[in-house]
């Protein structure tokens, strides 16, 4: 499962994280995408803004055989 995240905080970007479909619930399973420079971007860097912008209320959700993200644009309204 890829998904989007925010930290809680409506202000920022979101940044990209995975994680196998079955320890959706296990918080240390999840990694991140980042960006360090001279390396590039890459699974387990420290998480960096992939998509610019304010986002909140960020909804996952299992719809049928596919999980969901919905997002709030705070940017836009």
Do not use: K
């Amino acid at each position: 499962v890829y998904a989007f995240t925010t930290g809680f905080q409506r202000a920022h970007g979101l940044v990209l994280h995975r994680v196998p479909a079955d320890r959706l619930t296990t918080p240390g399973a999840w990694e991140s995408w980042g960006f360090v420079p001279g390396q590039g971007w890459a699974w387990g860097l420290p998480p960096t803004v992939a998509l610019p912008g304010a986002y909140g209320e960020l909804s996952l959700r299992r719809v049928q055989d596919r999980w969901l993200l919905s997002v709030f644009d705070a940017g836009n309204y």
